[in-house]
């Protein structure tokens, strides 16, 4: 799985909760063993057009980013939520929140800018971000960040909210092509 994964590949219409699953699938075990919990929430027959690998590595990235601040910070909320939904009839979007206090307001509109990090020096380099904002691009996409409030057991928690938007595909899906 692993080897495959960071390889080149044509465009494709796939869909995105399999390729979230098989992103989770390998990192996991990372999360687990911090006592970083992965929720998800999917809405079914979420198709787009592009690069799976691709994407799945701006998905890596985001919750790499949300492990560190949730292990920096010690927060007492050790929880990443994942969804998806249908944002239009043209458009699916994936969020990716988790409860650690949220992106610095001071940087939070340069966040996507290259250099920009709220690691310390040994720890980012602020090209991460920058990185996944152009993959997303790549296939008519956004993505964006918003600090939002997340509630718990009847509590209240501040945390970052990642929001991928991508172009819905009317085509079906080649792993769904294959089985028939």
């Known amino acids: 799985d692993f080897r495959n994964f960071f390889k080149p590949q044509d465009a494709l ?3 995105i909760n ?27 027959n979420l198709l787009t057009l592009g690069y799976p690998n691709e994407i799945n590595q701006v998905i890596i990235n985001i919750l790499n980013n949300a492990r560190d601040i949730i292990l920096e910070k010690n927060s007492d909320v050790k929880t990443v939520l994942i969804k998806t939904y249908k944002e239009s009839d043209n458009l699916l979007s994936i969020t990716i929140t988790d409860c ?6 001071d940087i ?3 966040v996507f800018d290259p250099y920009i990090t709220t690691k310390s020096e040994d720890k980012g380099t602020g090209i991460g971000l920058d990185m996944s904002k152009t993959i997303v691009e790549k296939v008519d996409g956004s993505i ?3 600090n939002i409030i997340t509630k718990i057991e009847d509590k209240e928690y501040l945390g970052a909210s990642f929001k991928i938007t991508l172009p819905l595909s009317k085509e079906k899906a080649k792993e769904e092509i294959k089985e028939d």
């Open 13 to 15: 219409v796939y869909n």
């Open 18 to 44: 399999t390729s979230i699953e098989d992103t989770l699938k390998l990192v996991n075990s990372i999360y687990e063993k911090e006592k970083i919990v992965i929720y998800t929430e999917y809405e079914e």
């Open 100 to 105: 650690a206090g949220g992106v610095p307001e």
């Open 108 to 110: 939070i509109d340069k």
């Open 144 to 146: 964006s960040v918003e």
